[in-house]
């Protein structure tokens, strides 16, 4: 299913010249652009969740203690760390 959607001229043009550099159709351009747009997005939310999370001393605290129990688990039961050469 595809839809219309209207822009400036001046954003059809950038989104024209953009894909043809790329060789690739606007509509993957847009998806493309959108996709960024949308992990941004993600990013940038769950790092005023985090934010916000530390202005709570207790809650942050909290968090820290998490963390540290997490670290425990991290080389659990290995004996050498597959990721070094």
């Known amino acids: 299913m ?9 954003t059809h043009q950038i989104l024209r010249e953009l894909a043809a550099r790329r060789g690739v159709p606007m509509t993957e351009l847009v998806e493309e652009a959108v996709e960024h747009l949308r992990r941004q997005d993600l990013l940038r939310r769950g790092n005023e969740d985090y934010a916000r999370l530390r202005e709570d001393p207790e809650a942050w605290a909290e968090e820290l203690g998490e963390r540290k129990l997490w670290e425990s688990t991290l ?9 070094e050469e």
């Open 75 to 83: 080389m659990d039961g290995l004996e050498d760390d597959p990721w």
């Open 2 to 10: 595809s839809v219309t959607l209207r822009v400036r001229k001046e």
